[in-house]
C-alpha cells in the first residue's frame, strides 16, 4: 500500500471499483492552514479513460506490481497487435491500448510488454527510434530565423511530426518516444 503522497508517474494502483490505474502525473500541495492534497492525474488501464481528481496525502492506493518483458513486434491481425517473446510466446495487445505507440511501430522493433497476472496490458517502446521520413516539403532558402521546423510524414505508420527544417525526404532521424519529438538527423 502506497499513500497519494508517494504515488508516482507510471505507479499502478487499484481504484475503488477495483478497476487498474496507471499515474501519469502527481502534484503535491501543502498550504499553511490546509491539510495537504495530491492532484491525480490516472488513467484506466483498461478502457483508456483520463481522470484527474484530488486526494488528501494521506489517502491509502493498493499498489499494482506490474511484470516487464522484452518482446518483439510480429504482426498486426484485424485490431490485434502480435508480440513474441524470448521463448516464442505470442501475446496479443488491442489497438485501443496500444497509445502513441502506433506511431513508430515498425515489424522486429524491440520493446517490453507490461504484463499484470501474465497478460499483457500494453508496450513500452525504447525512448529513441529511428525512423525515415517518407515526405516532407523542401527548405524555403533564407528561412534561419530561430529554431525553423517543418512537417514530415514517417515511412510505414503515416505519422506526422515537426522536423528540422535540414531534414529532407528519405532521411532517417532519431524521435524521442516519450514526447513526440524529433531529436537529430542522421
Not at 484530488?54 to 493498493?62: E, L, N, R
Amino acid at each position: 500500500m502506497k499513500t497519494a503522497q508517494e504515488l508516482r508517474s507510471g505507479n499502478v494502483f487499484r481504484d475503488a471499483d477495483g478497476q487498474l490505474m496507471i499515474v501519469v502525473k502527481g502534484e503535491f500541495s501543502k498550504s499553511g492552514r490546509n491539510a495537504s492534497v495530491v492532484k491525480l492525474k490516472y488513467k484506466s488501464l483498461k478502457t483508456e479513460r483520463v481522470k484527474e481528481e484530488v486526494f488528501k496525502a494521506d489517502v491509502k492506493f493498493d499498489t499494482v506490481e506490474l511484470d516487464y518483458k522484452p518482446c518483439t513486434y510480429s504482426y498486426q491481425s484485424n485490431s490485434m497487435y502480435v508480440f513474441m517473446d524470448e521463448e516464442y510466446n505470442q501475446y496479443e495487445i488491442g489497438a485501443d491500448m496500444m497509445g502513441d505507440a502506433l506511431n513508430y511501430l515498425q515489424e522486429e522493433m524491440p520493446c517490453e510488454l507490461v504484463l499484470y497476472e501474465n497478460q499483457a496490458l500494453a508496450i513500452e517502446l525504447p525512448k529513441i527510434v529511428v525512423c525515415e521520413i517518407e515526405y516532407t516539403e523542401p527548405s524555403v532558402r533564407g528561412d534561419t530565423v530561430g529554431k525553423v521546423t517543418k512537417p514530415a510524414r514517417l515511412k510505414g505508420t503515416g505519422y506526422e511530426l515537426q522536423v528540422s527544417a535540414i531534414c529532407l525526404t528519405g532521411d532517417k532521424i532519431e524521435i524521442d518516444t516519450r514526447t513526440n519529438e524529433f531529436k537529430r538527423r542522421l
